[in-house]
């Protein structure tokens, strides 16, 4: 028997679907996206899917529930964004066992209803069931875009500008954060934990947001991204996710990646590199994309996006030009589930 961990989750997902073939003419686009895409003539239908469980991908020792549940529609509602579509439904499947209560699940909906609200996407439907312990939330998201600005990861070329939205690292600094506050909390269980001056990078992993806006920035300037992916992995599994589908290399400015001055304080208290968080650290659902230089006043006076690199030929490699002028290849280590 082969261990799943000798493929890694991208390997899985690969040797899990590679004879799959596309029989519809309708699905332009099946795995290997943000989204899948399917052509419904006037316009195209994307459909995205993300599964959260307990122990793995949350802790309800430091997660509201209601946190909760915006947070799980918040992660899909991104890929569709990723495409350049806009998200218009949602199905919400649970799984959950005999410790939630009524009222637990109802914190929880009041998340899922806070973020339908605040993106304007519907509840259409879902699933309930039991669970053996903990809780599983799967949400499917339905979203809507046309053909011509669909934005693919396969889409970068040589000379094409590098773009990252918000700032990066945030959330996994949020998140290390509340881990040694439950850590001190689980010894000294009357001491407080104090998040006062660290709000903004406990609010990057507890409620993340979507950039809808840039996809609306995007339409009303018209611009197109040539790719676009978000980024929940990290900044480097994102970057190499363009690269290696659009066949490309890329060299990426480490004075070019945005770092909230929060995060920066918090990745020295930790003794981390803030690169490194940004690089390799996950979930905060900012969008990577890339422009034809010719769009660059586009994007240059748009707020809250940040040139960052520059998209080069796959012989090229794809690298790290640091502040201190080195060159280093990327490496990518993204989050690893199993
Ligand atoms: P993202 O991080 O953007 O949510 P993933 O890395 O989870 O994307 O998935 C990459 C691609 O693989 C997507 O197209 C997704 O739909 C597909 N995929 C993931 N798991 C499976 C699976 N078990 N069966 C079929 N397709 C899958
Ligand atoms: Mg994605």
Same mark, same amino acid.
């Given at each position: 028997m082969t261990d799943v961990n000798t493929l890694g989750e991208f390997g899985l997902i690969e040797h899990l679907t590679?004879?799959?073939?596309?029989?519809?003419?309708?699905?332009?686009?099946?795995?290997?996206?943000d989204a899948a895409v399917i052509d419904n003539g006037a316009f195209c239908t994307v459909v995205s899917t993300d599964m959260l469980v307990e122990g793995i991908h949350f802790d309800l020792a430091y997660t509201p529930l209601k946190h909760l549940g915006y947070k799980s529609v918040v992660v899909n509602l991104s890929d569709i964004c990723a495409m350049n579509a806009v998200p218009r439904q949602i199905t919400v499947s649970i799984a959950i066992s005999s410790k939630y209560s009524v009222e637990a699940l109802d914190d929880l909906y009041a998340g899922i209803r806070a973020a339908c609200d605040a993106y304007g996407v519907d509840l259409v439907g879902g699933d309930t069931t039991s669970s053996p312990r903990g809780m599983v939330i799967s949400i499917t998201a339905i979203g809507q875009g046309e053909r011509t600005r669909l934005a693919y990861r396969s889409g970068a070329r040589p000379g094409d500008l590098i773009c990252i939205t918000g700032d990066l690292g945030g959330a996994y600094l949020g998140l290390q954060l509340l881990e040694r506050e439950k850590r001190i909390w689980a010894e000294h269980p009357d001491v407080q934990p104090n998040l006062e001056d660290q709000k903004y990078i406990v609010g990057r992993f507890l409620k993340p947001e979507v950039r809808l806006d840039m996809v609306d920035a995007f339409r009303q300037n018209n611009l197109v991204p040539t790719a676009m992916i978000d980024i929940s992995d990290g900044l480097a599994s994102e970057l190499f996710h363009i690269c290696k589908q659009s066949g490309t290399g890329a060299l990426l400015e480490e004075s070019g990646v945005p770092i909230h001055p929060e995060a920066q304080l918090m990745a020295l208290q930790f003794k981390l590199d803030p690169i490194t968080c940004a690089l390799n650290g996950g979930e905060d659902y900012e969008l990577l994309f890339t422009i &034809?230089?010719?769009?660059?006043d586009k994007v240059r006076?748009?707020? &809250?996006i940040y040139i960052a690199g520059e998209i080069l030929d796959v012989a090229d490699g794809i690298k790290l030009n640091t502040k201190g002028g080195n060159l280093h290849p990327l490496q990518a280590q993204g989050w690893k589930h199993f």
């Amino acid at each position: 028997m082969t261990d799943v961990n000798t493929l890694g989750e991208f390997g899985l997902i690969e040797h899990l679907t590679h004879n799959f073939p596309i029989t519809q003419p309708s699905t332009l686009k099946g795995v290997g996206d943000d989204a899948a895409v399917i052509d419904n003539g006037a316009f195209c239908t994307v459909v995205s899917t993300d599964m959260l469980v307990e122990g793995i991908h949350f802790d309800l020792a430091y997660t509201p529930l209601k946190h909760l549940g915006y947070k799980s529609v918040v992660v899909n509602l991104s890929d569709i964004c990723a495409m350049n579509a806009v998200p218009r439904q949602i199905t919400v499947s649970i799984a959950i066992s005999s410790k939630y209560s009524v009222e637990a699940l109802d914190d929880l909906y009041a998340g899922i209803r806070a973020a339908c609200d605040a993106y304007g996407v519907d509840l259409v439907g879902g699933d309930t069931t039991s669970s053996p312990r903990g809780m599983v939330i799967s949400i499917t998201a339905i979203g809507q875009g046309e053909r011509t600005r669909l934005a693919y990861r396969s889409g970068a070329r040589p000379g094409d500008l590098i773009c990252i939205t918000g700032d990066l690292g945030g959330a996994y600094l949020g998140l290390q954060l509340l881990e040694r506050e439950k850590r001190i909390w689980a010894e000294h269980p009357d001491v407080q934990p104090n998040l006062e001056d660290q709000k903004y990078i406990v609010g990057r992993f507890l409620k993340p947001e979507v950039r809808l806006d840039m996809v609306d920035a995007f339409r009303q300037n018209n611009l197109v991204p040539t790719a676009m992916i978000d980024i929940s992995d990290g900044l480097a599994s994102e970057l190499f996710h363009i690269c290696k589908q659009s066949g490309t290399g890329a060299l990426l400015e480490e004075s070019g990646v945005p770092i909230h001055p929060e995060a920066q304080l918090m990745a020295l208290q930790f003794k981390l590199d803030p690169i490194t968080c940004a690089l390799n650290g996950g979930e905060d659902y900012e969008l990577l994309f890339t422009i &034809d230089p010719k769009d660059t006043d586009k994007v240059r006076f748009l707020p &809250d996006i940040y040139i960052a690199g520059e998209i080069l030929d796959v012989a090229d490699g794809i690298k790290l030009n640091t502040k201190g002028g080195n060159l280093h290849p990327l490496q990518a280590q993204g989050w690893k589930h199993f």
